[in-house]
């Protein structure tokens, strides 16, 4: 930005016509500046030490920044502004599902008796959110061929973390422990993590060359020492784990069991089911598949599904019908235990509900195809420009690669930041690690043809763009309110005042 004494740009107000800058609200704050105007005391004045002890007292006053509450009001309405959001547009940031979410479940979530029941309130005055979990656990059970689920868990990787402990706890409870875990090596960083945390040794797998898992390399590996395999249907390069029964028996011949990455799901719902497939425990992540909102670090439902052999290590408590009647089942002798304060994030779990009553059977089919199809048809109009690591059709998302703007010496990371001066968010980059400079791009089904053809446009024409002026992608994005930051330093130095340009 240009920054002439007394220019509009020094002055910190508008960046770019009614973009702001935003200084932090410690600079904003003003001694004696109030949010609240309360009455004056009309009881009598205690000692706080008296009343909380001394220890729970400080001194002094911490330097909190006083403000207004039309300052703190700008101030976070500013900073949401400069978010981009499903709602603004295309966010095809691969393998997170970044769908629309339809209001409808938005109205159903905020209805007071789920937005304002406490977790502790007795089972009594809960039914209805008991029901809801009930049926939700049930839906969830039938779209994926499993027998129970637990809505628990917060996230899919403690759905994860979960059904990882289940499989240990199953092998201990057998007395047979077991030390490793096959996992291949297009997975998402959370299922080596998953395992670790449980202490198994995770064995790679290579994936084949046509970017699939094949039976002979499991068979190799496997033996009556692995606890189990991880495996994500589609895989991460968004293709179908073509071989997965027979991969599944290899592993239950010696008595191992098989996890499923459940996070690509909006490419099977309502076509095919994990259960079928061999398949004994799996996370959903309902802010993915379930178009809950997620991103920006918000809150997350990661189920966890099993099929009736690890039933019994489910985490407590157990939601579960009592007649006509719902109730939480705590005697569970060997339940992996708790791993959330109260039923998990409830509000998300509300929303999946929704979600799946207002599509319905047919509907979450339709999502599924329409996932598939956009993905394709990506595929389909960029392949000729675009290097495609494993050219075939793909399942809900595509993987490209920069390999083809090599001479050019255009990378991905430069091809992301370009694209956001065409107005969308960049897809996943360099992952999956088996791709170098990997572009991975999930549309999702909530995008119109049109739409999907703006989109590739945009990578059309940035491909064009790497060959006869490499240096406009270089040095890209050009019209965000910062340019390219050095974010090696940007981590490690971070400065977080603001300052006037
Ligand atoms: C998103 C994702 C996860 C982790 O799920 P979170 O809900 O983000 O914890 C695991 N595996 C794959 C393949 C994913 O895409």
Redesign the pocket.
Known sequence: MSSAPGSVESLGHATRGLAWEEPLLFERGRPGRKGVDLDPLDVPEVDPKQLLGEAAVREEIPELPELSEVDVIRHFTRLSTWNYAVDLGLYPLG??TMKYNPRLNEKVARLPGFAEIHPLQPPEQSQGILELMVRLEEALAEISGLDRVSLQPA???QG?LAGIMMIRAYHEQRGDPRKKVLIPDSA?G?NPASAALNDFECVPIPSGADGVLHPESVAEVMGPDVAGLML?NPN?LGLFEEHIVRICEIVHEQGGLVYG?G??LNALMGRSRPGDMGIDVMHF?L??TFSTPHGGGGP?A?PVGVKNILAPYLPIPVARRDGDRFALDYEFPHSIGRLHGSFGNVGMLVRAWAYVRSLGRDGLRQCSDMAVLNANYLLARLRERWHVPYDRPVMHECVLSDKLLEDCKVTTLDVAKRLIDYGYHPPTIYFPLVVHGALMIEPTESESLEGLDRFAEALLSIEREAREDPDVVRSAPHRTPRSRLDETRAARKPILRWQPS
């Open positions: 393998s997170c996230a899919g990787a994860e998402h959370t994500t991460t990455d996070a690509n992540n802010h993915k997350g990661g």
